[in-house]
């Protein structure tokens, strides 16, 4: 289907390449393959995008709710058929296993699906009024202009998260995707051009995040920024948008989860889900677990468990179904993981598995690293223990008694996944009452979200408003909407509706 070697951005239902300047999209695992080069954009895109998303708004707010849904329908249907291309492409360019590019997809049609049948669903509330006369509504209005920037990770998915509610509630928005996935960013928007979506409706910016995620998050006349992304941009986007009285903010960020593990635990469960947890994308999920906090009593026995388990993982070619463990992402990626794997042995980690660069034959041509184990006892100064690595890099913690698992798992700036593995559902109550988490599993691994469901953080992972489902609070104003029935003006609170002359 879809190969491509020159990308565009897309603007006011152009594809437009102006730039002069490209970024190079390569493969994580085989650096030497060129997937495609993209505009490198700056303010001048930025500035084109978003005034055409402003001229689109009007007439893409007048259609009805169920209307601009029927889009999403179009697009599901055209995704669909093309769903294990499209998974090839997410894997050949961010580098995740085959099963979980095609998740993503899924994912990404779960969402459209979940956003065109709820079109259908009431979208504001219909409130009593002290006045008889008089009916009260909660009307729901669209922001106007959202900015949508989104990670590499879930290069399919995420973008649907922020794009499918923006559209259906009435805004027009402007998509700039990570600089590592461009490739399938540019199919997606394809699906909507395809699917008949308006000029201008939804736009597509390429580029760096400084240099043209920037240029949109500032511009004077845009009404919302949606983010999904690492703390650190996503501090600055938050700072930025606070100065700008008429700017609202959502930012999604990153975690440094944990599993903790009883012990009476399944012990064998245990060890499976703490394996996806940490290993799934190669520990370059949102939700992946970097801290197993694991009772004494069973610690050993498990930490030995897990690096078995974990010395066996077969890495490799993402394409390849049998793979578990693909490339990292990046060369910076692999750079700092290497940093905290550094770091770890500094601050006293006994080391388990090494997290050692796979340089031998086909490894040699991409980022390819072995899992990073290490047991270290907790301790607030620590860095590797309070840092977001974003890699297969894992401290085993001990802990004693059920309230140490607590302090331990809350000492964390982030408050993202949580898993606890117990048979005893009074543990479990306290671990979910005490815990600061956002997205919470029992018996599980921290990976395996639902679109329906809140997703997102808290402290420094989130602004407590969830993606995907959770976002129509902030693609929306709530507005309150009361009418009279009567032919005299009675109000609320007792007072007096005449005018004394
Ligand atoms: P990142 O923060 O480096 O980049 C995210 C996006 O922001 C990209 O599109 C990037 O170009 C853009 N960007 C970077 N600097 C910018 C700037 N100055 N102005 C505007 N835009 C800018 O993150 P990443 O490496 O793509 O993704 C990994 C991070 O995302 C991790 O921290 C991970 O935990 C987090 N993440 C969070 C969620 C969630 O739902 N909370 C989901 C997936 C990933």
Redesign the pocket.
Known sequence: MITLLQGANYIGGKWINDTGEVFEDRNPSDTNELLGTFPRSREQQANLAVAAARAAFPAWRSLSRINRAEFLDTFVQLVKSDKDELARIISRECGKCIAEARADVVEGIHTAQYWFGRARTPSGEVLASEIPEKDSYVYRKPKGVVIA??????PFA?PLWLICPSLVEGNTVVL?????TPLIAQCLIEYFEKAGLPAGVLNLVQ????E???P??THPDVDTVL????????A??KEACAKDYRKFCVC????KNAMIVCDDADFDLAVNAAIMSAFRTTG???VSVERLIVQRGIFDRFVAGFVEKARQLRIGDPLDENTFMGPL?SAS?GEKFEYYNELAVKEGARVLLDGGRMTEGNYGRGHFFRPFVYTLEHDSRSRVLRE?V?GPHVAVMPFNTLEDAVRIYNDSEYA?ALSVCSRDYRKIRAVRNLCDFGVGYVNLPTIGAEVHLP???LKK??TGMP?AAGLIDAVTHRVSWTVNHDTEIRLAQGLSGGISE
Do not use: D, H
């Open positions: 920037i989104t990670p590499w990770n879930f995420i700039k995707p990570a600089e590592e580029g760096y995040g400084e043209a995620g920037w949109l998050v983010f999904t992304g690492s703390a650190q941009v996503g600055m986007i999604e960020m990153g975690g370059q999920r949102c992402v990626g977001e974003f993202f997703f997102g953080g992972s989130g993606s």
